[in-house]
């Protein structure tokens, strides 16, 4: 069992007696919070806003751009809601190769680094994708004058068009050279940067998603750069890749699709109407099983992003029952709609998705002696849930506080969040007594706290809550 650790200190605020309400003979207590429905500013799961932040204002009607990362960065006006848009606390954001490496070996890395603390600033931590290309804008310049080879092979190739519209051939050496060099920049700028909270392993096609013409080869060699160049931050492979297939055994990278949702049903005469190919019945679950992706959820996120956005969605008419009971049981904790607004109708069932996503903790009962003596080892029984659809992936601690007067005592328990699946968490253990407890009455607190600041990090799906991120549980007497 951890030690006990002095930190803070703040004036005990507890009120009368406490237990007047037992019997004389007792010798234990039993505490049950009350389970609340409110969302959570908790970390690492929930809606992101996309090439924005919290507060900012979203893409007008149906439009997103996946190609223009934030080159500007406002400052806040202080409100970080948005009626049209879920609360969240992670932003995600890409930019093309082509603007953060402009000329060779010369980073643009103030705009990540600004990014990174607009997101801090808005509450929110930061995923990033750099992309070889998208839509109009092409490889840099200075790729093909160093030898950079375009894709001959593709039918829209066309030798006479301007550079930026050419599709390297991502299998040419120069472009392994030049690609890997600018991740391993990356990595070795930003790799455990505390606000950076995934990075896609978008090592080759438009936007880095479907992998363009990349062999099994290649994209091995690609996502060997990034595993090893970013080594303590999450990375997150492009479902159906060759590199997704080949990322799948390695249990920390976690995966996401870029096009949930789509129910697209017309076949255009080829195909009889509401049988045509897509996502949710073709992509999505043949990509599942082709990378073996089954358990992934297990040891690393799952993250969707819509295809078009949830308002086209709504003017579609497709069925957005079945496409978020597919992606909760598909066990995923983030979801990225693009910014774009949620229509009204549908916003109740948005909301109820988004507080499913990823983890969400209740307390279900708390058992603890009435009294004890200081340096005592005293036993707790504690049964938690996770309410939620898969683990927190992350090392953070469950751990009690003791207050009385001035004085705040943490006491960390051993506990594997990160190994916490959807469903009960029992734990029996015994933890010490504050050495430092005066005879009286002290107040405990429950939380879930950072491993090093021991600050609360992630909020239980209970009532109440101090204004500091504990949750008031109960008393003690010492003796």
């Known amino acids: 069992m951890a030690n006990a650790v002095l930190v803070t200190k703040e004036k005990n605020t507890a009120g009368t007696r406490w237990r007047s309400a037992f019997a004389p003979g007792e010798v234990i207590q039993r505490v049950r919070p009350r389970e609340t429905s409110d969302w959570l500013p908790n970390p690492h799961r929930g809606t992101t806003t996309f090439q924005r932040f919290n507060g900012d204002p979203l893409y007008p009607g149906l439009r997103w751009s996946d190609k223009d990362g934030p080159l500007v960065f406002p400052p806040s006006s202080g409100n970080l809601a948005n009626s049209q848009y879920p609360n969240t606390t992670l ?127 290649t994209a091995r060699k690609l996502v060997d750069v990034y595993r090893g160049s970013l080594v303590k931050t999450q990375l997150i492979s492009l479902h159906g890749t060759h590199g997704c297939k080949y990322a799948s055994p390695f249990k920390e990278m976690g995966w996401r699709h870029d096009c949930y949702g789509d129910m697209s049903s017309d076949g255009n005469g080829v195909v009889p109407e509401g049988l045509s190919w897509n996502s949710m019945y073709e992509d999505i679950p043949h990509g599942i099983e ?44 983030v979801f990225m709609p693009k910014s774009s607004f949620i229509p009204d109708t549908w916003r109740d069932k948005i909301d109820a998705f988004d507080r499913k996503l990823g983890y969400r903790y209740t307390v279900r009962q708390v058992t603890l002696p009435l009294e004890a003596k200081p340096s005592q080892k005293i036993a707790f029984w504690i ?27 943490v006491v960390p328990v051993k ?48 009532e109440p809550r101090r204004a500091d991120g504990w949750h008031p549980l109960t008393h003690m007497d010492v003796r």
């Not at 092409?138 to 050419?166: C, H, I, T, V």
């Open 91 to 217: 932003s995600y954001c890409r930019w093309v190769w082509t603007v953060i490496e402009p000329q060779k070996g010369q980073y643009q890395w103030e705009l990540i680094e600004r990014a990174l603390e607009a997101a801090r600033q808005r509450g929110q931590t930061l995923q990033v994708r750099l992309q070889p290309y998208a839509g109009g804008s092409g490889a840099p310049d200075w790729f093909w004058d160093l030898g950079g080879r375009p894709d001959r092979a593709l039918a829209s190739f066309d030798a006479n068009a301007e550079r930026k519209r050419w599709e390297p051939d991502f299998n040419h050496s120069s472009y392994k050279k030049h690609w890997g060099e600018f991740i391993a920049a990356f990595g070795k700028r930003f790799d455990g940067h505390p606000v950076l909270e995934s990075f896609d392993v978008a090592y080759a096609g438009s936007c880095g998603e479907c992998g363009g013409n990349a062999s099994a080869t």
């Open 290 to 333: 082709n990378c073996k992706l089954h358990d992934t959820w297990k040891t690393a996120p799952v993250i969707f992003e819509t295809c078009w956005t949830v308002g086209y969605w709504a003017n579609k008419g497709w069925d957005i029952d079945y496409i978020l009971e597919q992606g909760l049981k598909w066990h995923a904790s």
């Open 415 to 462: 506990s594997e969040l990160r190994k916490f699946l959807p469903g009960d968490l029992m734990m029996t253990d015994k933890l010490t007594f504050p050495k430092n407890l005066k005879r009286g009455e002290v107040a405990i607190d429950l939380g879930i706290v950072h491993p090093k600041t021991l600050c609360p990090a992630i909020q239980f799906a209970i």
């Open 383 to 409: 049964w938690l849930e996770n309410v939620g659809v898969a683990p927190i992936y992350r090392n953070y601690t469950l751990a009690f506080r003791f207050r009385q007067g001035k004085t705040e005592t």
